[in-house]
T-cell receptor
Framework: NAGVTQTPKFRVLKTGQSMTLLCAQDMNHEYMYWYRQDPGMGLRLIHYSVGEGTTAKGEVPDGYNVSRLKKQNFLLGLESAAPSQTSVYFC?????????????FGPGTRLTVL | AQTVTQSQPEMSVQEAETVTLSCTYDTSESNYYLFWYKQPPSRQMILVIRQEAYKQQNATENRFSVNFQKAAKSFSLKISDSQLGDTAMYFCAFADGQNFVFGPGTRLSVLP
């Protein structure tokens, strides 16, 4: 099992450009999440999904969109990148409801917006 | 709103010694879960230990153990026989029926 994988590992964007981050898990987990990690702030939830075809907003959803067309994949999109979106992005998945089950994390994507 | 506080931004410990990382949280819920995650320089987030609030017995995983004080809303992590590979950021996290909240982290350095 690869667990949770993220593509790409690093990316540099110019302000206004768009991109999509891909998360894939091979554990047949129902729940998937996107977090961003900023210095001194821990992890903050952007969006999450409770199953194929579903998405929901987290703590900091503005400027991001997500899709869960397949159970194993969860995509995070930035339509018009801003410097404030410079961060490290983590994807995670869990078997059961997000509030009680252990989450398994991907290796992260470091995004810089110039 | 639930909050998680880690009052020690940075700590260091000598190899083979014991260190305790502090975590406090605020909630009005009675049923919830607490976690410690480790993030080494590789950035991967790794679950260290998990505690269910309704269990009075403190969770233990090899060299890692917790001191869960429900009344005080405290959830500290003790690392025994510290190893160089324990050098990492450690995040305390809280989860109830609605929220999953991470603390700001404690950077632990294990010194040779």
């Amino acid at each position: 099992n690869a667990g949770v994988t993220q593509t790409p590992k690093f990316r540099v964007l110019k302000t206004g450009q768009s991109m999509t981050l891909l998360c894939a898990q091979d554990m047949n987990h129902e729940y998937m999440y996107w977090y961003r990690q900023d210095p001194g702030m821990g992890l903050r939830l952007i969006h999450y999904s409770v199953g194929e075809g579903t998405t929901a907003k987290g703590e900091v959803p503005d400027g991001y969109n997500v899709s869960r067309l397949k159970k194993q994949n969860f995509l995070l999109g930035l339509e018009s990148a801003a410097p404030s979106q410079t961060s490290v992005y983590f994807c995670a998945s869990s078997r059961d409801r997000r509030s009680t089950d252990t989450q398994y994390f991907g290796p992260g994507t470091r995004l810089t917006v110039l | 709103a639930q909050t998680v506080t880690q009052s020690q931004p940075e700590m260091s410990v000598q190899e083979a010694e014991t260190v305790t990382l502090s975590c406090t949280y605020d909630t009005s819920e009675s049923n919830y879960y607490l976690f410690w995650y480790k993030q080494p320089p590789s950035r991967q987030m790794i679950l260290v230990i998990r505690q269910e609030a309704y269990k009075q017995q403190n969770a233990t995983e090899n060299r890692f153990s917790v001191n869960f004080q429900k009344a005080a809303k405290s959830f500290s992590l003790k690392i025994s026989d510290s190893q160089l590979g324990d050098t990492a950021m450690y995040f305390c996290a809280f989860a109830d029926g609605q929220n999953f909240v991470f603390g700001p982290g404690t950077r632990l350095s294990v010194l040779p």
